[in-house]
């Protein structure tokens, strides 16, 4: 079943206020999170990530928390914009066997919408 | 740099038809994804390929489905005899290396939205 998931399928936010969307993951293995943004139609953004030997990396009026003991990421936007209406996936990578890659576990995601 | 190529971006077949996705990776990617997402649901890993070479497909069915990515040209995805549950959005990623890192993220396309009707 799903790694990785996700607590609320819409969140709605007033424009100006901060959002805090949360992710939950269950492969304790996993090295990287990535948080994507997708605008309807298009496909997956790049937002900001983190390694797993991290718990907090910021970018531009955007947070990301990890916390191992209970497997939970969020992403925090600052100061939220009409343009931040989307959907946002959390992602995690497991390292296989043997080293390589086979590509990201997706969460659900989260809609975000943006009120006046 | 025009980032990654896919086409068509909306793709109609009948039951039983063929369907190819094309994906073009961004200049100096080698490493090609694709994934799989119905509505409302997130992003289904497929399949990871090299040039020439199929590097992981536990993502793909075991039928009707294959891809590739030639020496030359774009990495196509193949969808023989298609049913009405094949009908979703295509996403083609591709990376400069194979390891996920903060120096090297997967970069998507817009995706190919294919209905089956």
């Known amino acids: 079943g799903e790694s990785v998931g996700l607590h609320l399928p819409t969140l709605s936010v007033q424009e100006g206020d901060n959002s805090i969307i949360n992710c939950a993951y269950s492969?304790?293995?996993?090295?990287?999170f990535i948080w994507y943004k997708q605008e309807s139609g298009k496909g997956p953004q790049f937002i900001i990530d983190i390694r797993s030997n991290m718990d907090k990396r910021q970018g531009q009026r955007v947070t990301v928390l990890l916390n191992k003991t209970v497997k939970h990421l969020s992403l925090q936007i600052a100061a939220t914009q009409p343009g931040d209406s989307a959907v946002y996936f959390c992602a995690e990578n497991r390292p296989p066997p043997g080293g390589g890659a086979d590509g990201l576990t997706f969460g659900k995601g989260t809609h975000l919408i943006i009120q006046p | 740099n025009a980032g990654v190529m896919q086409n068509p971006r909306h793709l109609v077949r009948r039951r039983g038809q063929e369907a190819r996705l094309r994906c073009s990776p961004m200049k100096g990617h080698s490493h090609v994804y694709w994934y799989r997402q119905l509505p409302e649901e997130g992003l289904k890993f497929m399949v990871y390929?090299?040039?020439?070479?199929?590097?992981?497909e536990s993502g793909m069915p075991k039928e009707r489905f294959s891809a590739e990515f030639p020496k030359e040209g774009p990495s196509i995805l193949r969808i023989q005899q298609v049913v009405r549950g094949d009908s979703a959005a295509y996403f083609c990623?591709?990376?400069?290396?194979?390891?996920?890192?903060?120096?090297?993220?997967?970069?998507f396309g817009a995706g190919s939205r294919l209905t089956v009707l």
């Open positions: 990623a591709s990376s400069r290396t194979g390891q996920h890192s903060g120096a090297n993220v997967l970069t």
């Open positions: 492969n304790s293995a996993s090295d990287y």
């Open positions: 390929l090299q040039k020439e070479n199929i590097i992981d």
